[in-house]
């Protein structure tokens, strides 16, 4: 109690108040994770506005021995960005850190504040005739720095690649406060070990990023987007195969959803646009885009689209006519992770395995499932093309989500064994953060733990940043939790 005071009388003599919240209320909303599964309290939450101000922090933090916490916009959905249980820490917030410094349309480049919202960089990239190369359905709340921490995925990783290929260049505040500037923005520099790839997808467990240098792409002059209801999800992989052939690296996305998926968006989302008349198993969003504004896209694709229903791959198809018409397709992908949190929720995973054992993936898992877990119902849905899937399960009306999440889980270590079976991995794109801490213990490779545990134990040796995230403890076991 007296550590918390001495603190709060540093922080009040030291920062202006817009810099910090010390009063229960006004703390809470930063307190609870996306998904309202972890709910642990933090002395306070700062935010600061300057990357000198973030250092200060730190370095406040260090002296009163508070761990931190980093923090984006909040939409993680592994808990990374939420304090854990029995330890005292401070969340460092960066939202006030959010100017875009610089951004180039002849180097494509642009620098950024980390606090910037990801579609307020794609915004700043879209009026230079630029694409900002990252797109998730959370864009409007997630922030630079939380999609670099994530190294995050979304809907474009099939030609741009994953938020680890856009990043050039990064500034950090080391967890003993000391700036690190490495914001070059160059495409080519061969100087020994690249420091940045240690911060990129460590999800705060190694500094604060303050600040980044992302590339820029050429932005698409055409764009066709289409939906097509499949039976099962061998079509689903077979209609995205026959595409990707003809397209190439023009086929931007490959999305996949259920009927279930559907279900819950018609139930919970208001003013859902029913795409067919009909309903179908299964369905594939792809969207391919052209540099060239003269280009016919449909002109060129109409040929495997016919094919495609000819064979009876495909059961019917939407192609959109608009803007509108697109978006409203789109909606219908994007809008998933919202229903089924409108409906309370699900037991959710992230895993990719490689896109062929897609379909027997599926096949194993929903077996095994209905046998182990009568009354779950199995929501799939996610980047297809990048063999990533979100085998979500919504557990019957009455079971606890925060119970499933507690200790071992038959469910979970059904989804995730399967995936590793298939040459996968059990966490793609969301990251380890609280919730999977376990499953990484399980399942990666020992070597590669202890490497791990090595370098933060060099960068932050008293583990005083987002303990309990990635490795739980510096002196944590190899041994099996579950
Ligand atoms: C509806 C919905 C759809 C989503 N779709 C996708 C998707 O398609 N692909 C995907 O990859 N993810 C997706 N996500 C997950 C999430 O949006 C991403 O992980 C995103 O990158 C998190 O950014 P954030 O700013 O919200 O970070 P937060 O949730 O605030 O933090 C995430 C992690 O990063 C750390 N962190 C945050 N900021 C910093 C910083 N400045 N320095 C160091 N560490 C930091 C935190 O400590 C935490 O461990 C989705 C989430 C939702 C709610």
Known sequence: MKKSKEFAEALTSSFAPAAYVLNETERRPYEIDWRKLVDQPAEAVLFPSTTQEVSDMVKLCQKHKLAIVPQGGRTGLVAGAVPVQGIPQVIINTRRLNQIRNIDAINNTVELESGVILQTAQEAATAIDRTFP??????????????????????????????REQVLGLEVV?????????????????????????????????????????????????????LAA?????????????????????????????????????????????PFTDNHPAYVLLEVMSLDSSADLFARLEPVLETL???????????????????????????ISEAEKAAG???????????????????????????????YKLNVFGHLGDGNLHVNIVPPEGVSLSDLYSGSNPITSCVEKNA????????????????????????????????MRTIKKAIDPSWMINPGKVLSHANQTHARHR
């Not at 500037?181 to 790839?197: F, H, S, Y």
């Not at 999305?255 to 919970?268: N, V």
């Not at 791959?313 to 992908?333: C, G, I, P």
């Open 420 to 451: 590793m079976k298939a040459g996968g991995t059990f966490s793609a794109e969301h990251g380890i953060g609280q919730l999977r801490v376990s499953s990484l213990m399980d399942y990666h490779d020992s070597v590669e733990l202890d490497l």
């Open 134 to 163: 990252l797109s998730l359905a959370s864009e409007g709340s997630c922030q630079i720095g939380g999609t670099i921490a994530t190294n995050a995925g979304g809907i474009h990783v099939l030609s741009y690649g994953s938020m």
């Open 230 to 274: 499949v039976k099962a999800p061998d079509f689903a992989l077979e209609t995205f195969v026959r595409i990707q052939n003809l397209c190439g690296a023009d086929l931007t996305s490959c999305e996949y959803f259920t009927a279930e998926g559907l279900k819950l968006l018609i139930d919970h989302i208001p003013q859902t646009a029913l």
């Open 309 to 335: 229903l000819a064979d009876k791959v495909v059961n019917d198809m939407v192609v959109a006519q608009s803007e509108n018409q697109r978006l409203a397709l789109w909606k219908l992908r994007e809008g």
């Open 345 to 375: 929720g699900a037991l959710k995973h992230d895993i990719a395995v490689p896109i062929s054992v897609i379909p027997s993936f599926i096949e194993a898992v929903s077996s095994e499932i209905m046998r182990i877990a009568p009354g």
């Open 174 to 226: 080391l967890p003993d406060g000391r700036i690190w500037n490495g914001l070059r923005r160059l495409r080519k520099e061969n100087i020994g070990m690249d420091i940045k790839q240690l911060f990129i997808g460590s999800e705060g467990t190694m500094g604060i990023i303050t600040a980044a240098a992302i590339r820029l792409l050429p932005r698409p002059k055409k764009t066709l987007t289409m």
